[in-house]
C-alpha cells in the first residue's frame, strides 16, 4: 500500500498501597512516523500521557499530541491534547468518553485550523442475547481566526441479538448532520447543509473460523439543498459466503 510505519511506546507503572482510591498509575509516551516507500514524508507524532485505574474497572488517560503532517504539497505543525475514560457502574454496562482539543487540518480548504471533538458511547449487554451500543460524535471545526467552518454530528446506533456461538443478527442506524459556514470555503458551490441516514440489516452465520455467510439489506436516505428533505438514494441486498482453503 506504499506505506512504511515506525511506532514506539514506552511507559512507567506506580501501583497503588493498599487502601488507595486508585489500582495503578503510568507515565509513559508514545509516537510513531509515516512515510511512503520512496520516502515521502506523510506524518509524525510523539504523545507524551499519564493514565489512572481504579475502582469499576475505570480508566483514564490524559495526553498532548505534537503532530507533524504532509497534507497537499505542504507540511503542517500541529499541537492538541486528549482525554480518554472509561468505566463499568455494572455488570454487562461500560460507558466511555473521548475527548480531543487542538489544531487540526482543514482538508476541504487546505489549512490549519483548531477543533473541538467529543465522542461519548455505551455498551450495554441488556440481556444474554441482546447488546446494545450507541455511540455520538460532535465534531467542531473553527479556523484559526475564530469563525466556525463547520459543525458535525453523527449517531450511531447497533442493535444486536446474538442467537448463539454461531449467529446473530444485527440492525445498525447512522445518522449524520454537518452545518457548514459557506464563506470560510474554497469552493463557493458548497452546501450550507448535509444530512444522512443508513441503515442496514445483517445476519451472520460462522459454520467455523474459515467460513461465515453474511445476508442483509441496507438503504441510504439524503438532504442536502437539491433534494430538500431526506429522500431514498439506494437501497441494497447482499450475500456472501466466505471460505479459506490452505491446501
Given at each position: ?127 444474554r442475547h441482546l447488546l446494545v451500543r450507541l455511540r455520538y460524535t460532535s465534531d467542531h471545526l473553527s479556523s484559526q481566526e475564530g469563525p466556525t467552518i ?82 431514498m438514494t439506494g437501497r441494497t441486498l447482499f450475500f456472501k459466503l466466505s471460505y479459506a482453503w490452505t491446501p
Amino acid at each position: 500500500v506504499d506505506l512504511v510505519q515506525d511506532n514506539f511506546e514506552f511507559s512507567r507503572t506506580f501501583y497503588a498501597d493498599p487502601g488507595a482510591w486508585y489500582t495503578d498509575w503510568r507515565v509513559g509516551m508514545q509516537g510513531g512516523r509515516s512515510e511512503t516507500v520512496g520516502g515521502q514524508f506523510l506524518n509524525r507524532n510523539v504523545q507524551p500521557f499519564v493514565s489512572f485505574q481504579g475502582p469499576w474497572q475505570s480508566f483514564a488517560r490524559l495526553g498532548v499530541v505534537d503532530r507533524k503532517e504532509f497534507w497537499n504539497g505542504v507540511s503542517y505543525d500541529m499541537n492538541s491534547a486528549f482525554m480518554f475514560g472509561q468505566f463499568r457502574p455494572r455488570s454487562g454496562l461500560n460507558i466511555n468518553m473521548q475527548i480531543n482539543r487542538g489544531e487540526q487540518i482543514d482538508y476541504t480548504n487546505s489549512r490549519l485550523a483548531d477543533q473541538r471533538r467529543y465522542q461519548p458511547q455505551v455498551d450495554w449487554n441488556a440481556t444474554r442475547h441482546l447488546l446494545v451500543r450507541l455511540r455520538y460524535t460532535s465534531d467542531h471545526l473553527s479556523s484559526q481566526e475564530g469563525p466556525t467552518i463547520f459543525t458535525a454530528k453523527l449517531t450511531d446506533l447497533r442493535l444486536t441479538w446474538q442467537f448463539n456461538v454461531r449467529s446473530f443478527v444485527r440492525l445498525t442506524l447512522q445518522d449524520q448532520d454537518i452545518q457548514r459556514n459557506i464563506e470560510q470555503y474554497v469552493n463557493p458551490a458548497t452546501d450550507e447543509s448535509t444530512e444522512s441516514l443508513a441503515t442496514q440489516l445483517l445476519y451472520s452465520y460462522k459454520l467455523n473460523p474459515q467460513t461465515v455467510l453474511f445476508a442483509g439489506y441496507s438503504d441510504n436516505q439524503l438532504d442536502d439543498e437539491l433534494t430538500g428533505n431526506l429522500e431514498m438514494t439506494g437501497r441494497t441486498l447482499f450475500f456472501k459466503l466466505s471460505y479459506a482453503w490452505t491446501p
